[in-house]
């Protein structure tokens, strides 16, 4: 039976997404896709495999897509907490724009959707939210429910910074700020599926609501859309 309650959240680096997802998840009994690490996984195994990410060879990037998606690889990546590198934010924007990779990636986050993985405790999952940059316009454009997370770049570079401080990792906020440019930037004036806020998404800036604030302005909204039994 295919899922109707599905949830789109889309919107820029740094923004709160993960941060609302994990947190209607837990509340709602949802299984949540974070699709920005199906790219950046695809990014680090290329990184690690030496390819030369400075001038890409978009043919051997999409044969090793299709690799590492037909024999489950990316989900074994996508758990590596190298995916959050400053090396891996450098190059995953120019390979998240090559149409043939957005295209295999399509399936798999259209077949989550429609058949969310059980829980963690292995109970059924009663929806899912799918969070990414064209979720809600071009991989679920019929979601019931569709937010556009944001928050001005400073907030998202200061927000970035603490977590690589926290992860050990050495950045300056200036450098930071400039790479959350940079990637926004490519990832809104890319051809293939830019990000983009679907006319029908309900845009929450947390750079004026903080966490608490921002799931409950998302809750009302779930309540009164999906019926979640
Ligand atoms: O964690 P952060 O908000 O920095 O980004 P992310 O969601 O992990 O996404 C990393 C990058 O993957 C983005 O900058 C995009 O280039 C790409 N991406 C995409 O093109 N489409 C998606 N649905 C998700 C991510």
Known sequence: MSNKNIIA????????????????CDYYGFTGLD?????????????EKNYDMDSLDITKAINATKFISDNHEILEYAKNPKIRSQLTNKYVAS????????????????????NPPNLPDGSKAKGAIIEGRDI???????????????????????????EYLDQGESAS??????????RDEADRTRATSPMKQ??????????????EATFEIAKKIID?????I
């Open 173 to 182: 906020y200036q450098e930071v700020l400039a790479s959350i440019i940079a």
């Open 95 to 114: 390979v998240a724009k090559i149409p043939e990779i957005r295209q295999i990636m399509k399936q798999y986050q259209i077949e989550f959707g429609n």
């Open 35 to 47: 699709t920005g690490s199906l790219y950046r996984a695809i990014t680090l195994y290329m990184i």
């Open 224 to 228: 009164e859309r999906l019926t979640i």
């Open 9 to 24: 959240i889309d919107g820029p680096a740094g923004a709160g997404k993960g941060t609302l997802t994990k947190k209607l």
């Open 198 to 211: 679907a006319e029908d998404a309900i845009l929450i800036d947390t750079s004026e609501n903080n966490k």
């Open 136 to 162: 809600g316009t071009v991989i679920c454009p019929n979601a019931p429910v569709k937010f556009f997370i944001t928050a001005k770049p400073e907030t998202r570079a200061s927000r970035r910074l603490k």
